[in-house]
């Protein structure tokens, strides 16, 4: 068998798949769904950062931040009741908590999150962990998937639509009413 033997049916071949992808290829890509970003909660649990079905507000914050996240999270109070409405708080712990403390980590993460169910309960606020989760991040895997991969000194949001797809970043948030216009008008 001679190579032009060969080549033409490959040449075909190309060409066709070459057409295939000019006239397919950008309805496939907008068809398409965002990856998943995940992180592991403090309770051990997978959880979809950008999950399907409900719009998401993704709240990053540290150590340092606090106080200014506790504004952030009161202000989400309104929004916790509703079924279409999940808001994940990604801490980071890069670098500051070495191995055999993160499980302390978790704990005292956990208690936090206990007062702040009663909280809930006695404001009527209707709210599940599931629906809440924070994600205690040492390594930094959800930080980068989420574009969080530098050292920040500044809450930050991020609003994903039921598709999982981001409709809306903020960074440097400083007042919580800024982030509460901000779920409002997309909600």
């Known amino acids: 068998m001679t190579f032009t033997r060969l080549f033409t049916p490959l040449a075909r071949a190309c060409a066709l798949g070459a057409l295939v992808m000019l006239v397919g290829g950008p309805r496939l890509a907008r068809a398409g769904s965002p990856g998943t970003i995940s992180g592991q909660d ?25 106080d200014e996240s506790r504004k952030m999270t009161l202000a989400m109070d309104e929004f916790r009741s509703r079924p279409d409405f999940t808001f994940v708080r990604v801490v980071d712990l890069r670098g500051g908590v070495p191995p055999e403390m993160r499980s302390i980590v978790r704990v005292q993460i956990r208690e936090e999150e206990a007062k702040e169910s009663r909280r809930l309960e006695k404001a009527g606020v209707s709210d599940s962990e599931e629906h809440a989760p924070i994600i205690p991040d040492f390594s930094g895997a959800t930080l980068d998937a ?15 639509d039921p598709s ?5 970043r903020l960074e440097n ?14 909600l």
């Open 146 to 160: 989420l574009g969080w991969n530098s050292i920040y000194d500044e809450v930050h949001v991020v609003v994903y």
């Open 173 to 186: 948030v400083t007042d919580a009413k800024q982030m509460t216009r901000v779920v409002d008008s997309i």
């Open 164 to 168: 999982g797809r981001e409709i809306k």
């Open 42 to 66: 403090v309770n051990g649990h997978s959880v979809a950062v950008n999950g399907r079905g409900h719009y998401t507000v993704v709240l990053y914050t540290n150590p340092d931040l606090e």
